[in-house]
């Protein structure tokens, strides 16, 4: 046990009564909760897409730079939903599996939580999508344009399952920032826990249904040529299994048999 941050069983027991928390939080304050959290995600992807969506001459001369860029911006998101106080539909993946595991909650708790923080989370990335994106201009006109609406197509040009092991490795990873967050017993540290895997999973162009319910339709209302058919079946679907694959498998199910207390 460290003096500096928590230790893995001292996150999990944390992480699991954040489960709890979560599961017995009255609904219109739960609702709030997840629409900030979509709302602070959208954010962090309107960030990024002004960074790395201005550097076009660098972008063909050295892709990777521009990509890090976008990687090493992309996580205040989390860091505001970790911070501030907010819900977030992929962290709850991982999150109430805890609780269940432990027997303190059902699986029927687990799936109301799930979609309620889905639904509410898709209300906040649109309201930053549609009025601070795009009715705000900043992302009707180049270079900004043009690089949103590139990386969107290149989303649902994938095949599914594709799309459903980037989706896998971006929970994977946004879990464990939710994690490493839980390590730290200041800002600081819960801020630089969260930001290394998730400027990981952003660099590596992995798919985060959260995330991509602002990328998509952002660029859908600045005039893409991308049906929502398309973000639903090509990106959304394969990128939210992949997503509880990951985030409710290898980050819930593994650190609650690793740490967690055997339930009686």
């Given at each position: ?13 944390a ?6 928390y ?7 304050k739960f609702a ?12 962090g992807?309107l960030?990024?897409?002004m ?11 050295n892709?990777g730079?521009?990509?890090?860029v ?11 939903v ?7 539909f ?7 599996v ?5 027997k303190?909650?059902?699986?029927n ?9 889905y639904?509410?989370n898709?209300?906040g ?5 549609y ?13 900004w ?14 095949d599914?399952y ?9 929970n994977w990873?946004?879990c ?6 839980f ?5 600081t ?11 990981l ?14 990328f ?8 893409a040529?991308?049906t929502?058919?398309e ?13 509880i694959?990951?985030g409710?498998g290898?980050?819930?199910?593994v ?5 967690l207390?055997k339930?009686?």
């Amino acid at each position: 046990m460290s003096e500096g941050y928590n230790s893995p069983k001292e996150i999990a027991k944390a992480f699991c009564e954040f489960g709890i928390y979560k599961s017995e939080t009255k609904f219109v304050k739960f609702a709030i909760l997840a629409m900030l959290g979509g709302a602070f995600i959208a954010l962090g992807g309107l960030l990024s897409v002004m960074v790395a969506g201005g550097m076009p001459t660098t972008y063909i001369e050295n892709p990777g730079v521009v990509k890090f860029v976008a990687g090493a911006l992309f996580p205040v998101g989390l860091i505001m939903v970790s911070v501030a106080g907010a819900d977030l539909f992929t962290s709850d993946c991982a999150g109430m599996v805890f609780p269940v595991m432990q027997k303190k909650k059902t699986i029927n708790d687990l799936i109301r939580i799930w979609v309620l923080s889905y639904v509410f989370n898709f209300i906040g990335t649109q309201f930053i999508a549609y009025y601070m994106a795009t009715e705000t201009g900043l992302i009707t006109h180049n270079p900004w344009q043009s690089y949103l609406h590139g990386y969107a197509s290149a989303k649902v040009s994938q095949d599914f399952y594709t799309v459903l092991i980037k989706g896998i490795g971006a929970n994977w990873l946004v879990c464990l920032g939710t994690w490493m967050g839980f390590a730290g017993k200041d800002i600081t540290g819960k801020a630089l826990g969260t930001w290394i895997p998730v400027m990981l999973f952003v660099t590596l162009g992995f798919e985060h249904s959260i995330a991509n319910m602002f990328f998509i339709p952002a660029a859908i209302y600045s005039g893409a040529d991308i049906t929502w058919a398309e973000f639903i079946y090509q990106n959304l679907i394969p990128a939210t299994i992949g997503n509880i694959i990951g985030g409710a498998g290898l980050v819930g199910m593994v650190y609650g048999y690793l740490y967690l207390e055997k339930s009686k």
